[in-house]
Nanobody, 120 residues
Framework: QVQLVESGGGLVQPGGSLRLSCAAS????????MGWYRQAPGKQRELAAA???????NYADSVKGRFTISRDDAKNTVYLQMNSLKPEDTAVYYC??????????????WGQGTQVTVSS
């Protein structure tokens, strides 16, 4: 089993910045795609940003130019740097990680979610 622990959420004023972290641990051999999703009240969960094992990234149009996703494979950790935050970025942010296990299987795990609130 693979566990994900998220950190870095909180309350920030419009225009401010936050950095989310998600650390993976457990029975994993390699990590492939890592991503951050978000879910605002009353809305569906949506992809904010993702990064592949070779560093290719993709972003939701609403966050392009403001958010940056990165990963540190030595630490099994994915980050989301969020700048120029807007009230509409307010949501619960979930980490999602895919990879392979030591037994040759695959896995996909979700973090518990971290609240990001952008408000003055």
């Amino acid at each position: 089993q693979v566990q994900l622990v998220e950190s870095g959420g909180g309350l920030v004023q419009p225009g401010g910045s936050l950095r989310l972290s998600c650390a993976a641990s457990g029975s994993m051999f390699s990590l492939s795609r890592m991503g951050w999703y978000r879910q605002a009240p009353g809305k569906q969960r949506e992809l904010a940003a993702a990064i592949t094992s070779v560093g290719m990234t993709n972003y939701a149009d609403s966050v392009k130019g403001r958010f940056t996703i990165s990963r540190d494979d030595a630490k099994n950790t994915v980050y989301l740097q969020m700048n120029s935050l807007k009230p509409e970025d307010t949501a619960v942010y979930y980490c999602n990680v895919m990879g392979t296990t030591g037994l040759g299987g695959t896995f996909g795990s979700w973090g518990q979610g971290t609240q990001v609130t952008v408000s003055s």
